[in-house]
């Protein structure tokens, strides 16, 4: 499977039709996904209707001399937390078993304006909680790279789908890190933009202060083309930015001349896999070859985003998860009174992590709490900001690793959550700032585990972190490297 600004070019000259192409992603789908399970709903009609009709367009398009959609006849995936009309959206919970969403979620409206294809819905821990798919109702994504292991979560299903090559790009949503870490775990490329930079309208939240609609993708390039198109100012979600939104063509810079690249001390902890640091610091080496300006910074309230995080996350959760209560969506238990059907539909169908969740989240704000926790999480948020702000103020973009390790085993912390979440305590940071962060593979652990590095740049500097990205990617092939994940069968 070619990058999808390679698909599209062969779409455009002729080379292929859409057909062949979702004939190709269905195939190799039904193929791997015994091994790998990224999805959670396919939909093989609808996508080859949708791919004939492009091809229809495409053929009248050529024949008049029009320009059609950019990504015409594109097959992608999209996670299973936004809202697709007509297609199942479980949001990895039983709690909305069955519900079909009678609109789209903005981003994937835009994507689908812009001729790109559904193929299915893609794994996801319960409502985007969890680092590793493993807190999805619906049983765990394999790493392709060692179906042992966990793709990294909460967008596993993606990372999953696009590390395994069944389609070239795949919508995720990231709040505290879920696609920037499933990237690095599976060796692709994710981006999480600024807040407010893609309308929220149609993603199922979860942490409405944190949540973004990012892409998973092979190369950096991809990754503008698509937030390109989803990004802008959207009348139904309030906090949408009108700020300019990047050209997809990314500056053709020769070199990392004139970038001044910041590396947290703090993202060096002891926790780090040696693998991890060494391979980080290998290509902070390669871009200071390039011309970088590679310099130490500091981002001295690190420590905190984790209890931080954990705090406004299920706070805001607790609110948003409300709504569930088999009154409106989804499956309902049946029992005498009202609050009987909240309880028993609540208590039948959440799983034990969202349930912690909300639990922690009421907790922290309930009356006489509130000032201890939640009031306190929000001003030490600001502090982590900062961080940033002052850090920007000298250096043009800041270079760490996504996750102190490389993807762990199945099972290695379902059974103590404290140690899953300090996996989160380099990408959180990201999100309680509000800053935009690329994540992609530079090279492998001793065990062919794929190891990231991200980009953090500052608001709605996108473009900045995709064109450092692409340069690193013009230089490299580590995100060419393609795993085989029924190698152990054959
Ligand atoms: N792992 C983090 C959590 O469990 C982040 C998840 C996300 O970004 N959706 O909340």
Redesign the pocket.
Known sequence: MHSATQLLKSLTSGEISSRELTEDVIARIERLEPAVRAFLTLTPEEALQAADEADRRRAEARRNGESVPPLLGLPIAVKDVLSTRGIRTTCGSRILENYVPPYDATAVHRLKEAGAIIVGKTNT?EF????STENSAYGVTHNPWDVERVPG??SGGSAAAVAARMVPVALG??????VR?PASFCGVTGLKPTYGRVSRYGLIA?GSSLDTVGVLAQTAKDAALFLHLMAGQDPLDATSMDVPVPPPSLKPREDFHGLKIGVPREYFTEGIQPAVAKAVRAALDLMADMGAEVREISLPHTEYAVPV?YLI?PAEASANLARFDGIRYGPRAEAETMWDVFYHTRGQLFGPEVKRRIMLGTYALSAGYYDAYYGQAQKVRTLIKRDFERAFEEIDLIAAPVAPSTAFRIGAHTGDPLSM?LE?IF?LPA?LAGVPGVAFPVGFDDLGLPIGLQFMGPHFREDLILEAAHLYQQATDWHRHTPDPLADEE
């Open positions: 821990d985007a909680m969890g680092s979560g909460s949503t990231d709040t505290g890190g879920s870490q979860y995080y996350a979440y989160d990408t999100n």
